[in-house]
């Protein structure tokens, strides 16, 4: 695993986005694809939201995503699996470039067809907890007129990355924008945030 930690921070060194392929292992992916398949079925998503507490807000031009936060207490193997990735990545992240991360959020994404999420950056304006941005993403054999890429809007060029299953993105909450361009197919994610308090 260390040397797909190195790929996504070494990138992320170069070019403030990282990105690791098979970030997930294939069999990963597909079991975390099918918890969030089967809590879209089951209704269990909700809309996803635009800022924190009191400035949330719920704008369907803006961002058209669905969302489940994933969590230990749902005692599932591969969300704990997950889990246990992220840990080894924090630890690795924390031990060789001193970022002092203390805790993460995340959550399952589906961009049903024709969804987006407008220029935006991650962090709050009311709190700077979430330090990178983290997403891994769970489609298969993604076609290039799928659309559904993240663009990545740098201060002189646009940078798009398709939604390639196992892939990691990881960039500063604080600093780039971004957005999701439309998706003409389902588009599914895992989403989240490396945090300080
Ligand atoms: O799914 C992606 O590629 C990016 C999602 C995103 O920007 C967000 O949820 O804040
Ligand atoms: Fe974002």
Redesign the pocket.
Known sequence: MVDIFNTLIDSFIDNKVGIAENFLSPSLAAHLKDNLNELYSGKRLLS?GTGNDITSSHNKLV?S?KIYWLDRKHNDPFENDFFDLMDGFISHLNSTCYTGITGYEFHY?M?EKGSF?TK?I?QFKNNSSRQY?M?M?LNADWQENDG???CIHHEDNLQN?S?NNGKS?FFKSSELE???LLTNKP?M?I?GWLKIN
């Open positions: 996803a961002r995503d994404t961009y999420y935006h991650d941005s997403i993403y559904g890429e993240l990355i939604p993105v971004h957005e999701v588009r994610s989403t």
